[in-house]
């Protein structure tokens, strides 16, 4: 709506408009729907990760997956500087505002918002990584028909990048209005 509120301002027809965003296309890795292991769905937004970034792939994971399990995995925020603890901190009190069933980091840095969370009264199951290893082992035990998974990180992670891969059973799901289903 925006969009189209903005083009009609440049007093752009708005069938042109509607035309045109019909063609658009997600920029890869970001919140983009995949069907995940054991029947699951798996949200990839592995392209970058920033507290506002977070904030909003959080409010989609719980919007999209209202009724279902839905589990967070986050990397660490890069390129921070001596702002890192604090940044780290800010995305642990936006998981304990926003909220999920099962929280995983992976990375040390991560840690810190796992951290943050639980300090603040995140009472859900929490797991810690350093890399991601074992994350595989853990979603194959708690991951079924019923659940949804947000994957966070950014595209410096390779551990991230090769997880969320890893997750993946099919490309993408069909666009509703795809003509070949």
Do not use: C
Not at 26 to 38: A, C, D, P, R, T
């Amino acid at each position: 709506m925006g969009a189209i509120a903005a083009i009609h301002e440049l007093r752009v027809p708005i069938s042109v408009a509607i035309k045109q965003l019909a063609t658009f296309k997600k920029v890869n890795k970001q919140l983009q729907l995949f069907e995940g292991i054991n029947g699951s769905i798996l949200i990839d937004d592995t392209w970058s990760l920033t507290t506002t970034s977070l904030e909003a792939a959080l409010k989609v994971l719980n919007s999209l997956g209202e009724g279902k399990k839905k589990i967070a995995i986050i990397g660490t925020i890069t390129d921070l500087g001596s702002w890192g603890y604090i940044i780290h901190e800010q995305a642990g009190e936006l998981i304990h505002k926003i909220g999920v069933d099962v929280l995983i980091t992976i990375g040390e840095h991560a840690r810190i918002m796992a951290d943050r969370a639980v300090k603040l009264g995140f009472s859900k199951p929490v797991y810690i990584f350093n890399n991601n290893i074992l994350v595989y082992e853990l979603l194959h035990e708690i991951v079924d028909e019923n659940t949804i998974i947000l994957i966070k990180g950014d595209m410096y992670s390779k551990q991230i990048y090769q997880l969320a891969a890893d997750l993946k059973i099919k490309k993408t799901f069909p666009k509703e209005n795809d003509s070949r289903q």
